[in-house]
């Protein structure tokens, strides 16, 4: 999924603890409402006006025009510990040659079909409601966690800022994050807002779009919340999350460039095929 952070959701659902009850705490929260308010004071400021983290990479526009696609922590900080609780932030960058700014807002903005681009992990979705530059809409999320499945309904709210004619951003936030217990047997329920097993409290997607270069530069910061990994089983499960939510990222990534593309007319000599794809930490 794009900018919802629905491919960490995915990383989240491995870290489990199967089984075992949480509550989100109040403290938990008023961490995330801190950090989500500081991001978001931080775009709005800037509204763009700053180098985007692609300008902080080395050489990172003829890298991604080359097929590379970028991913690390954002800031250096894969995990932030909070009370009873972790944030995860990674940022990835992409290039997709040949696109309007248009086109790609066609497709993050088509949540009706964010199975077909961005399934398994995501087994259904719904657009809710609409206006010119805000949207609501359901995701159903889907993952093997070890030997349970594990099953997340997450609404999320989103907004579209156009800053100047080549360049937007976008923000999305979770405002319901459900649960689905024994899933597909007969005592499956739907579970209070922030009860369950902890894997996904909360949720934010900000992307930076910019037209330049004969295509779409696609930058995707996915943020999410999370209950702690377990003291005992830090030290195996932590090294694992960090290069899974990577591996998440780029594939987030990649899906929205060949469903942009898969839009598309087939390349000419002005709109070249990618050289062969190569992935990267910066």
Do not use: N
């Amino acid at each position: 999924m794009p900018m919802y952070s629905g491919k960490a959701i995915a990383m989240l659902l491995t870290c489990s603890t199967a089984g075992v009850a949480a509550q989100l705490a109040p403290a938990t929260l008023s961490a995330w409402e801190d950090y989500v308010q500081a991001a978001e004071s931080r775009l709005r400021s800037d509204q763009g006006a700053q180098a985007p983290w692609i300008d902080q990479v080395p050489g990172g526009r003829e890298r991604l025009r080359g097929g590379e696609i970028i991913a690390a922590p954002t800031d250096g900080k894969p995990l932030r510990s909070v009370p009873h609780g972790l944030i995860h932030d990674w940022t990835g960058l992409i290039f997709i040659p040949g696109a309007s700014i248009s086109d790609v807002l066609s497709v993050l903005r088509d949540y009706d079909r964010y199975a077909e681009y961005y399934g398994p992990s995501i087994r259904s979705a719904q657009l809710l409601d609409r206006s010119r530059d805000a949207d609501s809409f359901r995701i159903r999320y889907i993952r093997k966690a070890f030997v349970v499945t594990v099953v997340l309904d997450i609404e999320y709210e989103a907004r579209y800022y156009r800053i100047d004619e080549d360049r937007w951003y976008s923000m999305a936030r979770s405002t319901s994050v459900r649960q689905i217990q024994d899933y597909g047997q007969p005592g499956e329920r739907t579970l209070a807002a922030d009860h369950g097993s902890g894997y996904v409290w909360r949720a934010l997607g900000i992307s930076r779009l910019e037209q330049s270069d004969g295509g779409v530069y696609l930058e995707e910061e996915s943020v999410a919340l999370s209950r702690k990994i377990p003291a005992e089983l830090r030290w195996m499960v932590q090294p694992f999350v960090e290069r899974l939510s990577k591996d998440l990222v780029i594939s987030s990534l990649r899906r929205t460039r060949l469903a942009v593309l898969g839009r598309k007319a087939p390349p000419t000599e002005s709109q070249p095929m990618l050289r062969p794809e190569r992935t990267c930490l910066r």
